[in-house]
């Protein structure tokens, strides 16, 4: 089992940044994938990057890709996301997850375990 807890959410002005952490415990951890996932008002959670633990491969969606970077800190069991560029639509309570299958993947299902969101606001 993997436990999550996500931190660093806020308000932030459009064009602004903002680095979300995921910290992580559990057993075997090194086999997991970790995604980020998002989930506006109204909206289909929508799944928005991913880094499998043991060797760092990573994905994102179309939307994010080349403003927001993950990564993690292997050390400290924690992933991060890093979002540049904030744009008002980019607002929503974000999630991290885990993933046990071997795999990368932005889809939901595919995740096993899910922490309680941390909410990121982008206005002026």
């Known amino acids: 089992q993997v436990q999550l807890v996500e931190s660093g959410g806020g308000l932030v002005q459009p064009g602004g940044s903002l680095r979300l952490s995921c910290e992580t415990s559990?057993?075997?951890?090194?086999?997991?994938?970790i995604g980020w996932f998002r989930q506006a008002p109204g909206k289909e959670r929508e799944g928005i990057s991913c880094i499998r633990l043991g060797d760092g491969a990573v994905d994102y969606s179309n939307s994010v890709k080349g403003r927001f970077t993950i990564s993690r800190d292997s050390i400290k069991n924690t992933v991060f996301l890093q979002m540049i560029g904030l744009k008002p639509e980019d607002s929503a309570v974000y999630y991290c997850?885990?993933?046990?299958?071997?795999?990368?993947?932005?889809?939901?299902?595919?995740?096993?375990?899910w922490g309680q969101g941390t909410q990121v606001t982008v206005s002026s």
């Open positions: 997850a885990a993933a046990g299958w071997g795999g990368i993947s932005v889809v939901a299902s595919d995740f096993d375990y």
């Open positions: 559990g057993s075997n951890l090194v086999s997991y994938a």
